[in-house]
């Protein structure tokens, strides 16, 4: 109310509310213990956290990354200080539990490969007469260290020193994974 003692109304009742402010929003609501709140984040953020899981660890354990991913967030949801859009805290929160859940799988030693011949050795899809291309199956053909490089530099737009960063390796080695990739999933592709 006013000083006059009426209701104040909006002066742009038609103002569209964004995705950014519902966000904004909902993650105090559920820093609070509001689970309808998390649950709108969840809906809103579900389909890119599970495309990130699908690419960078395996469609076959994408659903046990994402709901792990979601479960981190509730968790960590009172360290979200609002700096940033809740999506990019998501997105970061999630490449770090996939890292992590790669590292406890035992595959981080066998990530990269520096045989010679590794991408000749990749076998593609059979030929097709309708000639489609699945592209999320090349992705998943290509070893761990190439997909996951791939996938944080192409596909998600890091680059190679945040890759580097995020991995524990060398630059050098975040570029020759990406090339490695690249030339397996022209050869993949081509075929």
């Known amino acids: 109310m006013d000083d006059t003692g009426r209701g104040v109304t909006d002066l742009n009742p038609k103002r569209e509310v964004l995705p950014a402010e519902n966000d904004a929003v909902d993650a105090v609501l559920a820093a609070a213990g ?66 992590a859940r790669r590292t406890t799988i035992g595959t981080e030693r066998g990530r990269f490969s520096e045989a010679e011949g590794v991408v000749e050795r990749m076998t593609g899809r059979p030929s097709q007469k309708d000639l489609s291309i699945d592209f999320e199956e090349a992705i998943e053909r290509l070893p761990n260290g190439a997909r996951e490089v791939f996938v944080l530099h192409d596909v998600e737009g890091y680059k190679h020193e945040e890759i580097a960063g995020m991995l524990g390796i060398v630059t050098g080695t975040s570029k020759a994974q990406l090339h490695r990739a690249r030339m397996a999933l ?5 075929r």
Not at 55 to 62: D, G, T, W
């Open 34 to 99: 509001d689970s309808h709140a998390f649950e709108r984040l969840y809906r809103r953020h579900l389909g890119r956290i599970h495309s990130l899981a699908r690419r960078m660890i395996n469609p076959e354990e994408a659903d046990d990354a994402t709901q792990a991913v979601f479960i981190r967030a509730w968790e960590k949801l009172g360290t979200f200080r609002g700096e940033a859009a809740f999506g990019t805290w998501l997105h970061r929160l999630a490449i770090n539990v996939m890292l």
């Open 186 to 190: 022209r050869g993949y592709l081509e």
